[in-house]
């Protein structure tokens, strides 16, 4: 209740009352009693005006609140709050905002003179750096006196609960748009050359086209000609995400985790109005969370809320375990995009992965290479340990890296550029060709 300011205005003011009764000095005492009575007398006439400080003192509204924004998206929070009491005071106030957003632009704190029935509005934007779900709010409110002596707080409810989500396909997407390329270069095109039912074009006759194609009426003896129709390509994919304690290496926010997560929420949200289905599975030694395969915007914000709160933990992966699970909860083919840190020991991963490509499923991994995640290091001794360090990870990774590719499973490599572009451009290769490479 009372500041710093008021307890050492006290203090000199007892202390010259002292030295005047020690000393007999009676301008001495004259200026201790005048300075203890201003400063007694304005922090009761301050504590008796704001006796009943509280937040029924105020309503308070949150303009067009955003409860979702892709990570390093931008949010704009605007609050207007009104004095509804009855006397005016000196104010500061200010709207608790999460320290991993990252303040753009104007403020979440004010300070002025607030008279009754005035509105006071704070705006300000924001752009979160971390993944997850935070709350913006409550909004306190200090009361202090006009010399600053004394204080009092209260707290206006005015939370509101934020999910930050991997980024939208709209701040990205037009970035890689040269990576999603299928048999026409440049194209995004998501259909397939094949037998279907829609015309696409005629061409001349070819090795290893069926005789069917062709068109007899356009053809002549000197060189045939074959009809080529659209072939609707339905897929499933399923995005695997490691949740072990090693999926957690790397800078804060940027780590191996965070990269998989966002590519998945990209793959996701680009995916979400087209004909393909597309699931989530998070994996430690036990099922975190599964998100069966489906499509359609509000299968994709179910899997970005997923997204947004999913976080690696002490426990460790069982990759053999994760396609034990989708074995028995996935149906027809299935491409399942796997990211994994692969530091956990695969013995039997060999025999899990036979049985699950016997029912058709196709597996592709993304493994993190945990030492370019980091930043190279200042100064020669820093330099060493990290050296050393990457050399035991490389030989670990090569090993691991062996033991799945001789099963033939196509790996792909990210590091702190992120695993946005890999997975796109995989998910166009396997649209357009059937295949990744």
């Known amino acids: 209740m009372i500041t710093q300011r008021g307890w050492a205005v006290i203090a000199a003011g007892l202390a010259s009352l002292a030295v005047a009764l020690f000393t007999l000095n009676l301008l001495f005492f004259v200026v201790a009693i005048v300075v203890l009575s201003i400063v007694i007398s304005e922090i009761l006439i301050f504590s008796v005006g704001t006796l009943r400080f509280r937040p029924t003192w105020f309503s308070a509204s949150r303009l067009d609140p955003r409860d979702r924004i892709g990570s390093s998206g931008v949010a704009i929070y605007a609050l207007t709050l009104t004095h509804l009491g009855r006397r005016g005071f000196w104010a500061e106030v200010y709207d608790t905002v999460p320290a991993s957003f990252e303040l753009l632009s104007g403020s979440p704190r004010i300070q002025t003179w607030w008279e009754p029935g005035t509105p006071l509005t704070l705006s300000y934007a924001v752009r979160p750096t971390f993944r997850g779900v935070f709350a913006v709010g409550p909004t306190v ?178 990759l053999g375990g994760a396609l034990r699970f989708l074995g028995t909860r996935v149906r027809g083919r299935t491409q399942v995009l796997a990211f994994s840190s692969l530091s956990e020991p695969l013995t039997s991963f060999p025999r899990d992965h036979a049985e699950f490509a016997t029912h058709g499923h196709r597996l592709h991994l993304f493994v993190p290479r945990i030492p370019a995640l980091y930043a190279a290091p200042e100064g020669r001794l820093g330099t060493a340990a990290v050296t050393e360090a990457t050399r035991m990870e490389e030989a670990r990774a090569t090993v691991a890296l062996s033991t799945v590719r001789r099963r033939g499973i196509p790996t792909f490599l990210y590091d702190q550029r992120g695993a946005a572009t890999r997975l796109l451009t995989v998910y166009s290769r396997l649209r357009a060709w059937g295949v990744a490479w």
Do not use: C, N
């Not at 998501?190 to 009426?217: M, Q």
């Open 141 to 318: 409110v200090v009361a202090h006196d006009p010399m600053g002596l004394a204080f009092r707080v209260t707290v206006v409810e005015t939370r509101l609960a934020v999910t930050v989500a991997p980024p939208f396909p709209s701040t990205r997407v037009s970035q890689l748009g040269h990576w999603l390329t299928t048999r026409i270069h440049g194209s995004t095109m998501l259909r397939r050359r094949g037998y279907g039912t829609e015309f696409r074009s005629l061409r001349p006759y070819g090795p290893g086209d069926d005789v069917r194609s062709i068109a007899w009426k356009r053809s002549t003896p000197e060189e045939l000609i074959v009809r080529e129709s659209e072939q609707e390509s339905r897929e499933q994919f399923v995005v695997v995400l490691d949740a072990s304690a090693a999926m957690a290496s790397g800078p804060a926010g940027a780590t191996a985790f965070d990269h998989a997560a966002d590519a998945a929420g990209l793959l996701m949200a680009y995916v979400a109005h087209r004909e393909d289905r597309l699931g989530l599975l998070v994996h430690s030694d036990h099922v975190l969370t599964w998100i069966p395969p489906g499509r359609g915007a509000r299968h994709a914000l179910s899997v970005a809320h997923a997204l947004a709160r999913v976080r690696p933990g002490s426990a460790r992966f069982d």
